[in-house]
């Protein structure tokens, strides 16, 4: 049976299906500046374990109060004064969460303002689009915290802005904000107003799409990132036998083929 997303089963994430297969989750811990302690993390799993089969066609992920998410909930890293192997499990959860957004086929559009930082990087950057505004900032505190990455930021944030500028972070601090952290890559896009907005602007657009398309775009080209060239142009071809020929595709291209359908034109 298909699972279906109960809003009550969640404390530390807000989740609610905000328009027609639209749902927002929010990071609901502001007084903790939404640190990501291990609950919030097993919220993250069960939300996206359950999102791909329970039609949902968009994500919008935000942060509560002013700062998207400060990362590790180092009080609680602080207190349990964990083992080598209670934190590479919990850094298996994170994968786990966190694969679940990139992996699943569902569009995850991040809103992000204020401190996008260490483990908050992390998270955003298991989003398939991310949109800021002008308060966000993003930095890798954790050579400063004598820590390491553990949600995957040597995988995904070293993807969207390179390994040199990611080792200088991890060894400096180094902050980036505004429209040079939007050029380098951190964001798709950089908005005046409220990234929440335009968040949800982007996710009406995406939900617009086949589901199925969607799956393809938010799932295959990830792996494919994984593959060698040879063996990602066959999974490409095996996956566009399936995406291409879906029935619901028809109509879309009778609308083309019969000039009803809006063209591509320039912005102008
Ligand atoms: C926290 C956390 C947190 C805030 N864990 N509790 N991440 C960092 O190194 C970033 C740490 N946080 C900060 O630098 C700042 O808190 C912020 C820039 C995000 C926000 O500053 P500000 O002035 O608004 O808030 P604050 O006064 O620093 O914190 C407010 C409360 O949030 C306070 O709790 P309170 O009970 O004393 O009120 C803080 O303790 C709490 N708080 N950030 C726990 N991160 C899988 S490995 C990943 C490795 C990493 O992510 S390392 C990077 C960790």
């Keep these: 049976m298909a699972p279906t997303i109960d809003p009550t089963r969640f404390t530390n994430l807000a989740v609610e299906e905000r328009e027609s297969g639209i749902w927002v989750v929010t990071l609901n811990r502001a007084a903790k500046r939404n640190a990501l302690d291990s609950h919030t993390v097993e919220e993250l799993v ?76 992390e998270l955003a950057s298991s989003a398939h689009v991310r949109v800021m505004d002008q308060t966000a900032y993003f930095a890798l505190p954790e050579g400063q915290r004598g820590l390491f990455t553990g949600g995957g930021a040597t995988i995904r944030v070293t993807d969207l802005v390179g390994k040199s500028r990611m080792i200088d972070m991890m060894l400096t601090g180094r902050v980036y904000q505004g429209q040079e952290a939007a050029d380098l890559g951190f964001a798709q896009y950089i908005v005046e107003g409220s990234s929440f907005d335009a968040a949800m602007d982007v996710a009406r657009k995406a939900a617009q799409n086949l589901p199925l398309s969607n799956f393809a775009i938010c799932s295959a080209v990830s792996h494919m990132q994984n593959m060698s060239a040879m063996d990602a142009a066959y999974a490409e071809a095996v996956v566009a036998g399936v995406v291409n020929t879906q029935p619901d595709a028809r109509a879309r291209l009778a609308a083309f083929a019969d000039k009803s359908a809006a063209r591509v034109r320039r912005n102008d």
């Excluded at 939300?47 to 919008?60: C, E, H, K, Q, T």
């Excluded at 935000?62 to 349990?80: K, P």
């Excluded at 850094?91 to 957004?101: D, G």
């Design 46 to 121: 069960e939300f996206f374990s359950a999102a791909p089969r329970a039609g949902v066609r968009a994500v919008v992920l935000a942060g509560s109060g002013d700062h998207f998410c400060a990362g590790l909930d180092l009080i609680e890293h602080h207190d349990e004064d964990r083992s080598p192997a209670d934190f590479m499990h919990l850094c298996l959860r994170w994968h786990e969460a966190f694969n679940k957004m990139e992996y699943g086929g569902v569009p995850i559009i991040a809103a992000l303002h204020g401190a996008v930082v260490g483990g908050g990087l």
